[in-house]
């Protein structure tokens, strides 16, 4: 069975710009969440959708959003980017309360 | 707040020699506490999941327990293979959200 998949892998991206990271949960899973990893941190929790609505939203600025798609892939947008946004995009599925990580975006603002 | 410190941050073993991470937590209310292993650049791999005080699991060289107030990750004879982050999360009760607190993870380097 495939796992969660994410892409791009890499992203580079100028400060100001726009980014759009992707994401497809494993089959049969409902539940998406998106974290931002900092090189040396864990994971910290951005956003979890189920089944197309919003259950919760972590501690970060307006400038982050996201949506779930009819067929429970992701968006996670990230708007004016800043320097500080460079770092590991991971996306996870749940099911039965467990949740499943996919390699993940790198993205680096310069 | 939900917190998770894990230590020691980095650990170095030689091959077959075994130890123990801790995860400490506070949480107003515990619904599951997850291990997780994460390899350079990678997303991390879910490996246990603890609910109660007093519950263990093991898988392979790997053995989690949890107590009302921390959680360790015990490895038995490692392998180089072992070699990598090991991140302890939380999930607490309240709210609908099902999100992750984790810890900053222990860094294990096993050496042949």
């Known amino acids: 069975d495939a796992g969660v998949t994410q892409s791009p892998t890499h992203l580079i991206k100028t400060r100001g710009q726009h980014v759009t990271l992707r994401c497809s949960p494993i089959?049969?899973?409902?539940?998406v969440s998106w974290y931002q990893q900092v090189l040396g941190q864990g994971p910290q929790f951005i956003f979890q959708?189920?089944?197309?609505?919003?259950?919760g939203r972590g501690n970060f600025p307006d400038r982050f959003s996201a949506r779930q798609f009819p067929n429970y892939s992701s968006e996670l947008n990230v708007n004016a980017l800043l320097l500080g946004d460079s770092a590991l995009y991971l996306c996870?599925?749940?099911?039965?309360?467990?949740?499943?990580f996919g390699p993940g975006t790198r993205l680096l603002v310069l | 707040e939900d917190q998770v410190t894990q230590s020691p941050e980095a650990l170095r073993l030689q091959e077959g020699e075994s130890s123990s991470l801790n995860c400490s937590y506070t949480?107003?209310?515990?619904?599951?506490l997850f291990w997780y292993r994460q390899d350079p650049g990678k997303g991390p791999e879910f490996l246990f999941t603890?609910?109660?005080a007093g519950e263990e699991k093991e898988k392979e060289r790997l053995k989690a327990t949890l107590t009302k107030k921390e959680s360790f990750l015990h490895i038995t004879a490692p392998k180089p293979e072992d070699s990598a982050t090991y991140l302890c999360?939380?999930?607490?009760?309240?709210?609908?959200?099902?999100?992750?607190?984790f810890g900053s993870g222990t860094q294990l380097t096993v050496l042949p």
């Open positions: 996870a599925s749940m099911i039965q309360e467990t949740q499943y």
């Open positions: 089959s049969g899973h409902k539940s």
């Open positions: 959708y189920y089944e197309k609505e919003e259950r």
């Open positions: 949480v107003s209310g515990l619904r599951g």
């Open positions: 603890l609910y109660s």
């Open positions: 999360a939380v999930q607490p009760v309240p709210g609908s959200a099902r999100q992750l607190t």
